[in-house]
């Protein structure tokens, strides 16, 4: 699907995440994680707006473009997605550790939306394939790059899987569950080599 929605969402990810790439040797753009995401959600929706979501997915985590900014120029049933994806940010008051991030991340997919399970399925199932691909024949480089214990990383994706696997009711649970199972696969294999 091509829509000129859509096209303005593609040109607000890349302007607003054009400083930033992926993890790894390679400096990939981070727009490609998004276009991924995009990608993997336009196989299970055909909603253009769910689909302008997946782009916009990490915008108001990881850029200064606002909640206000983003139902203004993409409409209040995005911003709603958008936000449900987004972890909370660090302020002069509070600084969150890792693990808070990721716990107010589940706490908040307890609560949201069909659309927006959709894309956080299809948001882990890009972020778990790309790091058994970019780090399997590398553990140590995965274990310096991705600090922090690494039962934590499984810990995490467990929860968030149970969320998924609870509430969504669409066939991309069979992808995101062998992404799972291959994720898993891979942290027994670093934790037996290391």
């Known amino acids: 699907m091509y829509t000129y ?6 040109k607000a990810a890349s302007l607003l995440h054009k400083d930033q790439f992926r993890q790894g040797l390679v400096a ?3 727009v490609s994680h998004l276009f991924s995401v995009a990608s993997i959600v336009a196989d299970y929706t055909d909603d253009e707006d769910v689909i302008v979501a997946a782009l916009l997915h990490d915008t108001l ?5 606002t909640a206000e900014e983003l139902e203004g120029d993409f409409g209040k049933k995005i911003r709603d997605i958008v936000e449900s994806l987004s972890e909370p940010k660090d302020t002069e008051k509070k600084k969150y550790t890792w693990r808070e991030r990721k716990q107010a991340y589940t706490d908040k997919l307890k609560k ?9 399925a299809a948001d882990k199932t890009h972020n778990m394939r790309s790091i058994v691909e970019e ?4 553990h140590n480089r995965f274990l310096k790059e991705f600090s922090g214990p690494i ?13 998924i696997n609870r509430r969504l009711k669409n066939n991309i ?20 080599k290391n």
């Open 112 to 120: 949201a939306s069909d659309e927006a399970l959709l894309i956080a």
């Open 151 to 163: 039962e934590d990383r499984v810990f995490a994706y467990q929860n968030i899987s149970n969320v």
């Open 61 to 65: 985590e990881d850029t200064d473009y």
């Open 173 to 192: 649970l069979r992808e995101f569950n062998n992404v799972f199972t291959e994720y898993k696969n891979f942290i027994e294999d670093v934790k037996n």
């Open 5 to 10: 929605k859509i096209e303005q969402a593609i």
């Open 28 to 30: 990939i753009p981070y």
């Open 135 to 138: 780090y399997a024949d590398n």
